[in-house]
């Protein structure tokens, strides 16, 4: 099976009713093709010269995909804008600006490719078993790319107060999603970390050779050099770094409920989970309606087992529940709130099973249903494709 051959075999809405109510922030509706969020507000930022700080909106969609979603510019100009890969299509006025509070829900059209005749008919038959039982909530690959080679997050030495692994993590890791000329400013830093006037004599300007400045007047200053990164990025990594603790905690959660027979293993880009095949009804009652909340420092549980299960994912990474903060620089944070534990698709439909224009011999299906904010279509495509 392939997804994303074409951007439009992936396309994402994002659903709200935010209130076009009049005020200051001009609200859009942001289209863009084969690009992300972050980089499309940085081309939107640039082309009409506002700070990032003054565009709001709800989610990070998907790069490699066709979506639409909203956003607002305090004081933004009240007209349309176009490039090659985005465009901004006005549509009113209002009193705040748009955030991931905003999104109802998203709606999804995705086109499965290269599929079997038996791979197609098992999704086929995999669609009312997902729509009866959902499908664990889990974050899915998207949420990890700022994870490099080693598979540490920079957020866990930035827990432990142990800047200069988080610092070296974000600018010379080696990462699979970079550009040639991040690859190569990386392996300089590398080769050269230490000997800072050295690395800086080599870099060409950038964001990390400013970094790197900053490190030949101030050589051990690597809590100060952490903190001249981009505020959004090392929000960021805090996300991806909580993301992965919470599925751990689900993933336990779940096995204390579902005996292994009704469940098969998938492997996420950041840790092995499992999924359920059925529920009977009294693990339907329990896990339906369950939401774990997001673990950090600020969670004050009561004693027992939910706490447990917290501290016992926890103690793997060296931590504990109540170290899970950052003390420096402050503005940046762990979440606060909970996530639904298993998440059912609204408005499910399968259409035809058609002929395969680009893998010859293959079929393809096309899927359409409504998610909530912050739950992952990959992790609904998983569950119709790997089950055994």
């Known amino acids: 099976m392939k997804l994303k051959s074409l951007p439009e075999d992936f396309e994402v809405e994002e659903l709200s009713d935010f209130p076009l109510d009049g005020g200051p922030f001009a609200v859009y509706l942001l289209t863009k093709r084969s690009l992300g969020t972050p980089e499309a507000i940085t081309a939107i930022s640039s082309r009409w010269n506002f700070p990032r700080r003054v565009i709001g909106y709800g989610g990070l969609k998907d790069k490699h995909a066709v979506t639409r979603q909203w956003v607002t510019i305090h004081r933004g100009p009240r007209r349309d804008f176009r490039e090659e890969s985005l465009s901004l299509t006005y549509q009113g006025q209002a009193n705040r600006p748009f955030g991931p509070q905003d999104i109802t829900a998203n709606r999804f059209q995705i086109v ?31 949420r990890f790319g700022s994870l ?11 827990c432990l107060g142990d800047y200069e692994r988080a610092l070296w993590l974000a600018i010379a890791e080696p ?37 790197i400045t900053y490190l030949v ?17 090392r929000s960021l990594w805090l996300a991806a770094y909580q993301s992965d603790l919470w599925n751990r905690c689900l993933a336990a959660r779940l096995g204390q409920s579902i005996p ?14 499992s999924f359920f095949t059925e529920l009977t009804e009294s693990e339907t009652t329990e896990l339906q309606g369950l939401a774990l909340p997001l673990p950090s420092a600020r969670l004050h549980l009561d004693p027992g087992p939910l706490l447990d299960l917290y501290e016992t994912i926890l103690a793997e990474q060296g931590l504990a529940l109540r170290e899970l903060r950052v003390k420096y620089p402050r503005d940046s944070f762990f979440s606060k709130g909970e996530r639904t534990a298993i998440v059912r698709p609204t ?11 680009l893998n010859e011999g293959r079929h393809r299906l096309t899927l359409e249903f409504v998610l909530p904010r912050g739950s992952y279509a990959t992790i609904v495509i998983k569950r119709l494709t790997l089950i055994p």
């Open 112 to 142: 499965m490719r290269n599929l079997t005749d038996e791979a197609a008919q098992k999704v086929i038959a995999a669609r009312n078993s997902l729509a009866e039982f959902g499908v664990p909530n889990f974050y899915d690959d998207q």
């Open 148 to 158: 490099g080679e080693s598979g540490e997050f920079i957020g866990r030495p930035w």
């Open 175 to 211: 990462n699979s999603h970079d550009r040639p000329n991040d690859r190569d400013e990386k392996e300089i830093i590398r080769r050269l970390w230490g000997d800072w006037v050295a690395c800086k004599a080599t870099l060409r300007k950038s964001s990390s050779r400013s970094i």
């Open 217 to 233: 007047d101030h050589p051990e200053r690597f809590r100060d050099a952490f903190a001249l990164l981009r505020q959004d990025l």
């Open 260 to 273: 292994a027979s009704r469940t098969f293993p998938v492997q996420l880009a950041t840790s092995q989970v």
């Open 347 to 357: 408005e499910f439909k399968i259409g035809r099973q058609d002929a395969d224009e």
